[in-house]
């Protein structure tokens, strides 16, 4: 089959958009303007092998695009106009970088003889994004030349497989246009035969090459080792809890469990899983008789100051199992990469039976300030904010996508995420750890996935409200858990909430804000929650469509107050 094309953008677009849809691309974010009018006819007739989602704020449209590509695995292609518009996505490309997810930029722009000349809607954008893409070039301008034509099909299959591997990121592509930019006749008269020319485009799915690895020797000489279980959004969470159950059930070492890892949410496969190290490591002389030896580390590390703090006093050898290129080690401690995913160590023949007192002692220790910990949330009827992660963890619907924001939420998250058997997929933004795009990147999470949550705080919220401008293209049902302290609660940890002035003002930034209004406006639902018992009631079954916002007050200055009080007492009893 032929098909004919009278426009040379027409053209380029064309081929642009049959060679990503070839390559397997499913979803494409579209910001509005003028100069990027080829690229968007082009994928607005793709549809429904490509959905075209329409976004009117480009910051917003980067994160949302951003949560499609954590949810979905794969590629999502973001497209804007020119100028200042591109700049919009450098939050959302940086977090790509830094949290490894896959993106292709397309900004349109203005040919080379419209720059540096007062055009108007012009700047530089090449090397926009600076080093932060795995790769980014600028496209040839528009032709009807076949080696050129060749040339483009070749590129963004190169941007493609670029945005994957050998580690996900974003690639930014710059495209110029010259007028006309609406598909209207400009005297070109084009045939192409789609079957010849895309031939050689397949779809693809790209991971680096699986390795199997033996467990090291000293692994198995080692009498005081432990797992560390870190912050990670794996793409197949029950395999990946397995193998890590497999490799402590093998070596007989505790799992230290990041709340932002699904490993506490496979619980009844890590029967040595310890959910409580942080508050555990706040009593010295548990953290003393505790000392490793040797450290496995998977995926990032955690949070936790008080386990970084602990790590580097006591300098164990630490091994780091990850498949990227990157240096997770913010300690720099004595640290061997095996750059291997956790599924490919061969664990299967190997079985040790001796490191059970260190073990125990984790365990044991485990125990009791789980203990502790229930019974004091369970004996709390005031709202306060750390109280709502370790209900949520109880809560929810199996297998619930959750967003958790930035600040306080990832670290109540990380003290009091409860284990449990629910396969909850925890996804957050921690690779530069900003409070931009909360909302956006969650509304993405749970386009067309089972009903979602988010946990957030309300300045984490209110950064990102023309996220609240996706609803009407929104496909699924977001519940948000809104802690409103009004104001930065995470800066009441920190030694210069003493100096007031100016903390209040500069630090703690109180927004005084009515969030019934708020979601009136976007008519989005609103339900301010009056007790835990009417928060619990909310969480399951969640609602199938629309946003929803259930709103919890709580004192800034009390949750404070608790933190400090409460954090390091837990633990402060227990003998092992």
């Given at each position: 089959m032929q098909i004919a094309l009278r426009n040379v953008n027409q053209v380029w677009a064309y081929i642009l958009t049959q060679t990503l849809k070839r390559l397997g691309l499913t979803c494409a974010v579209i910001c509005p303007g003028s100069r990027s009018t080829p690229l968007t006819v082009a994928f607005a007739q793709l549809a429904p092998d490509i959905e075209a989602i329409s976004i009117l704020d480009e910051r917003s449209a980067a994160f949302f695009a951003l949560g499609r590509a954590k949810a979905t695995g794969r590629p999502v292609v973001l497209v804007c106009t020119s100028g200042t518009a591109g700049a919009n996505f450098y939050p959302a490309v940086i977090e790509a970088k830094e949290s490894?997810?896959?993106?292709?930029?397309?900004?349109?722009?203005?040919?080379?003889?419209?720059?540096?000349?007062?055009?108007?809607?012009?700047?530089?954008?090449?090397?926009?994004?600076?080093?932060?893409?795995?790769?980014?070039?600028?496209?040839?301008?528009?032709?009807?030349?076949?080696?050129?034509?060749?040339?483009?099909?070749?590129?963004?299959?190169?941007?493609?497989?670029?945005?994957?591997?050998?580690?996900?990121?974003?690639?930014?592509?710059?495209?110029?246009?010259?007028?006309?930019?609406?598909?209207?006749?400009?005297?070109?008269?084009?045939?192409?035969?789609?079957?010849?020319?895309?031939?050689?485009?397949?779809?693809?799915?790209?991971?680096?090459?699986?390795?199997?690895?033996?467990?090291?020797?000293?692994?198995?000489?080692?009498?005081?080792?432990?797992?560390?279980?870190?912050?990670?959004?794996?793409?197949?969470?029950?395999?990946?809890?397995?193998?890590?159950?497999?490799?402590?059930?093998?070596?007989?070492?505790?799992?230290?469990?990041?709340?932002?890892s699904p490993v506490r949410n496979y619980a009844e496969l890590n029967p040595y899983l310890i959910s409580t190290y942080d508050?555990?490591?706040?009593?010295?002389?548990?953290?003393?008789?505790?000392?490793?030896?040797?450290?496995?580390?998977?995926?990032?590390?955690?949070?936790?100051?008080?386990?970084?703090?602990?790590?580097?006093?006591?300098?164990?050898?630490?091994?780091?199992?990850?498949?990227?290129?990157?240096?997770?080690?913010?300690l720099h401690g004595r640290t061997t990469y095996l750059r291997i995913s956790v599924e490919n160590l061969e664990t299967e023949r190997l079985e040790i039976t001796r490191n059970w007192e260190y073990l125990q002692k984790w365990c044991d220790a485990e125990t009791k300030v789980r203990k502790n910990i229930d019974d004091t949330f369970k004996n709390i009827e005031e709202l306060i904010e750390c109280k709502a992660?370790?209900?949520?963890?109880?809560?929810?619907?199996?297998?619930?996508?959750?967003?958790?924001?930035?600040?306080?939420?990832?670290?109540?998250?990380?003290?009091?995420?409860?284990?449990?058997?629910?396969?909850?997929?925890?996804?957050?933004?921690?690779?530069?750890?900003g409070i931009e795009g909360t909302l956006s990147t969650a509304l993405g999470i749970a386009h067309r996935q089972q009903s979602s949550v988010m946990l957030t705080g309300d300045l984490a919220l209110l950064h990102d409200t023309n996220g609240f401008l996706i609803r009407n293209k929104f496909v699924g049902h977001l519940t948000i858990i809104l802690i409103n302290n009004n104001g930065g609660g995470i800066f009441e940890m920190l030694p210069i909430a003493n100096f007031e002035p100016p903390f209040e003002e500069f630090f703690a930034t109180p927004q005084d804000i009515d969030f019934s209004q708020l979601c009136a406006t976007y008519n989005v639902q609103h339900e301010l929650i009056i007790s835990w018992q009417h928060l619990q009631q909310k969480l399951n079954p969640l609602p199938t469509t629309g946003i929803r916002v259930l709103e919890v007050r709580t004192n800034r200055k009390i949750d404070a107050k608790w933190r400090k009080e409460n954090l390091g007492n837990f633990a402060v009893d227990i003998r092992i």
């Open positions: 490894r997810v896959p993106l292709l930029i397309l900004t349109a722009d203005r040919p080379q003889e419209l720059r540096e000349c007062h055009s108007g809607q012009t700047i530089d954008q090449v090397r926009l994004y600076g080093n932060y893409p795995n790769w980014q070039a600028e496209l040839a301008l528009p032709s009807l030349d076949m080696g050129i034509l060749a040339y483009l099909r070749q590129t963004i299959i190169y941007g493609w497989e670029r945005c994957q591997a050998p580690t996900g990121g974003a690639v930014h592509l710059n495209i110029p246009f010259r007028d006309p930019l609406a598909p209207i006749p400009d005297g070109t008269d084009f045939t192409l035969h789609p079957e010849e020319f895309f031939a050689g485009v397949p779809i693809t799915h790209y991971q680096l090459p699986i390795t199997h690895y033996p467990i090291p020797e000293e692994w198995k000489e080692c009498k005081r080792g432990l797992i560390i279980a870190g912050v990670a959004q794996p793409r197949r969470p029950q395999e990946y809890c397995s193998a890590i159950a497999k490799l402590s059930q093998t070596l007989n070492w505790p799992i230290l469990a990041e709340g932002l508050l555990i490591l706040r009593n010295q002389q548990l953290a003393k008789q505790l000392t490793p030896e040797i450290v496995i580390q998977i995926g990032e590390m955690p949070t936790s100051k008080e386990l970084r703090t602990w790590i580097n006093a006591t300098q164990p050898r630490r091994w780091i199992i990850d498949n990227s290129d990157q240096n997770l080690d913010p992660a370790w209900l949520i963890s109880q809560n929810l619907p199996p297998e619930t996508p959750l967003f958790i924001a930035n600040s306080m939420p990832v670290r109540d998250v990380e003290f009091f995420w409860k284990p449990n058997n629910l396969k909850i997929n925890p996804y957050f933004n921690r690779g530069a750890n």
